[in-house]
């Protein structure tokens, strides 16, 4: 595994540097591939950069949107981190609607939900039950507490290996998240993280040894590229950051 860790002063640079990140993997993959997969991620961080990205002239029609992580509400609920993305983002520009693959959040079977986006992907990237589909690049966040996507610790999500979506739970609360086999076949993973709040599960996280189940962002391990963007109080007292 190669990782890539870089550290900027505050939340502006961490968007504009995020930003270029992407938008170098947009153009590579398709002038490799003839189109970008892309994965999002949820929560307060990207916001900036998909605010960002919606500002962009791009060949929308290229590029292929899949949620990490979803919380079990409806599209127009404030935490649903799909009505989020419409908000700042997609809502903005010309991507054809089937370009876009939210997570199902709207049946009452977290588990039938997950299967059915676990097909959604098996269909569009053509690969059989129990193959992994490689996406060009999964964007993830970190929680305080470790977690990334919706994989919390000590939660029976971070020990699924056979499925492609899981069910991973937040205080009893149900949510859809990528598994750490399918995050980890990416060609790239993209972290980012804020603030001085992320820097004590940070030390635990790049530590050379440590626990997986308090910090689940060590299970991430991609086959192909592994960054970290950290502003400057995220970064605080890490080892050689
Ligand atoms: O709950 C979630 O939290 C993480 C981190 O969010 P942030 O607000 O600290 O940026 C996020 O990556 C994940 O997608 C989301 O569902």
Not at 53 to 66: G, N, R, S
Not at 67 to 86: A, F, I, K, L
Not at 121 to 127: H, M, R
Request: aromatic share 8%.
């Amino acid at each position: 595994m190669n990782r890539i860790v870089e550290v900027v002063p505050d939340g502006t640079a961490l968007w504009v540097r995020a930003l270029d990140i992407v938008l170098t993997q947009f153009h590579a993959a398709i002038a490799e591939r003839g189109r970008f997969t892309l994965a999002l991620s949820g929560g307060s961080t990207p916001k900036a950069l998909y605010r960002a990205i919606a500002t962009q002239d791009l060949p929308w029609e290229k590029l292929y949107l899949f949620w990490g992580d979803e919380r079990y509400v409806p599209p127009d609920h404030p935490d649903s981190n799909q009505g989020m993305t419409r908000h700042v983002w997609l809502d903005q520009i010309a991507i054809p609607s089937r370009n876009v693959f939210p997570m199902p959040t709207l049946a009452v079977n977290p588990e039938g939900d997950a299967s059915a986006y676990e097909a959604t992907l098996q269909a569009f990237f053509a690969v059989a039950p129990g193959e992994l589909p490689t996406l060009d690049l999964v964007l993830l966040g970190m929680g305080e507490d470790g977690h990334t996507a919706s994989l919390f610790p000590h939660t029976q999500a971070l020990e699924v290996r056979d499925r492609l979506i899981t069910v991973g739970y937040k205080d009893g609360q149900p949510r859809l998240t990528f598994t750490v086999p399918l995050i980890n076949q990416a060609r790239c993973v993209l972290f980012m993280a804020a603030g001085a709040g992320k820097q004590q599960a940070l030390r635990h996280v790049f530590a050379p040894i440590d626990s997986e189940t308090d910090y689940p962002s060590r299970l991430i391990q991609p086959r192909g590229e592994l960054r970290w963007l950290l502003d400057q109080a995220a970064a605080q007292g890490l080892e050689g950051a």
